[in-house]
T-cell receptor
Framework: DQQVKQNSPSLSVQEGRISILNCDYT??????FLWYKKYPAEGPTFLIS?????DKNEDGRFTVFLNKSAKHLSLHIVPSQPGDSAVYFC???????????FGKGTLLTVNP | DTAVSQTPKYLVTQMGNDKSIKCEQN?????MYWYKQDSKKFLKIMFS???????INETVPNRFSPKSPDKAHLNLHINSLELGDSAVYFC?????????????FGPGTRLLVL
């Protein structure tokens, strides 16, 4: 039962352009959402998060948008840089449950 | 200075063996986790400890037993290893148990059961 879905396994963009990574969720109890970034042979690292009381959160080149009615969130990276090439995981949590539920990840490749 | 470290990094073993993976964090965090990333790439929580007490115990075989000797360490012992246990196991820690606490991950332990 995939409660967090990242339907694009990979995405390729040119350096300087915008990267948009998408995530859908099914559990209406989810109220906190995160993006993690993972390089090969390393553990995931926290990138940005958003609470369900907001619809946008921005941190430098990274912006996360949340559309609660569509149960959809997206991560925008502008401008994309080659060092952004990594796997991006969407994660969600909600209710009294401490745990994070992760998606399968999207491999982003930023070409110079 | 590594914040969350795991040993070993790679583990190749035969079916039926018992093995342990160790995790240590030097962040002063109260909460630690074990995750499994299987061949389908899903990262799934297995266990979580807060102040050495088990707070999350997902549906995993009881061949898996976590042990937290102190707040800085969370080890994972696996009995009677099976082929399906082959995966990458990640340890993580956070300041507290809330899902809004940022989790810091170790580099992973790649387990291959032959």
């Amino acid at each position: 039962d995939q409660q967090v879905k990242q339907n694009s396994p990979s995405l390729s963009v040119q350096e300087g352009r915008i990267s948009i990574l998408n995530c859908d969720y099914t559990n209406s109890m989810f109220d906190y959402f995160l993006w993690y970034k993972k390089y090969p042979a390393e553990g995931p690292t926290f990138l940005i998060s958003i609470s369900s009381i907001k619809d946008k959160n921005e941190d430098g080149r990274f912006t996360v948008f949340l559309n609660k009615s569509a149960k959809h969130l997206s991560l925008h990276i502008v401008p994309s840089q080659p060092g952004d090439s990594a796997v991006y995981f969407c994660a969600a949590s909600g209710g009294s449950n401490y745990k994070l539920t992760f998606g399968k990840g999207t491999l982003l490749t930023v070409n110079p | 200075d590594t914040a969350v470290s795991q040993t070993p990094k790679y583990l190749v073993t035969q079916m039926g063996n018992d093995k342990s993976i160790k995790c240590e964090q030097n962040l002063g965090h109260d909460t630690m986790y074990w995750y499994k990333q299987d061949s389908k790439k899903f990262l799934k929580i297995m266990f979580s400890y807060n102040n050495k007490e088990l707070i999350i115990n997902e549906t995993v075989p009881n061949r898996f037993s976590p042990k937290s000797p102190d707040k800085a360490h969370l080890n994972l012992h696996i009995n009677s290893l099976e082929l399906g246990d082959s995966a990458v196991y990640f340890c993580a820690s956070s300041a507290g148990p809330g899902a809004q606490e940022t989790q810091y991950f170790g580099p992973g332990t790649r387990l291959l059961v032959l």
